[in-house]
Nanobody
Framework: QVQLVESGGGLVQAGGSLRLSCAASGNTFSINRVAWYRQAPGKERELVVSISSGDKPIYADSVKGRFTISGDNAENTVSLQMNSLKPEDTAVYYC?????????????WGQGTQVTVSS
């Protein structure tokens, strides 16, 4: 089992920055892929960025050049630095981790953190 807890959301003006963090605990050694998703009111959850072990991150076109994912293996945290925020970035942001134990792949989600960008 893996537990994920996001933090760092809040209210920011357009053009501002926020840094989200996702702290993992439990069987973190089994995690082979981490992603950030977001869900705006009335919309489907969408992928923001995904990264697998040893690979480069894959960003949604809407956030390329503005958002950056980074990880701290020692602290078992993954961060999402969000710059030049726009009102359309307003959403609940979720951290997702995928783990592989033997041939069994599992998916875990955090509870989400609200990001609100005012115009």
């Amino acid at each position: 089992q893996v537990q994920l807890v996001e933090s760092g959301g809040g209210l920011v003006q357009a053009g501002g920055s926020l840094r989200l963090s996702c702290a993992a605990s439990g069987n973190t050694f089994s995690i082979n892929r981490v992603a950030w998703y977001r869900q705006a009111p009335g919309k489907e959850r969408e992928l923001v960025v995904s990264i697998s072990s040893g690979d480069k991150p894959i960003y949604a076109d809407s956030v390329k050049g503005r958002f950056t994912i980074s990880g701290d293996n020692a602290e078992n945290t993954v961060s999402l630095q969000m710059n030049s925020l726009k009102p359309e970035d307003t959403a609940v942001y979720y951290c997702k981790a995928s783990s592989l134990v033997g041939e069994t792949e599992s998916t875990y989600w955090g509870q989400g953190t609200q990001v609100t960008v005012s115009s």
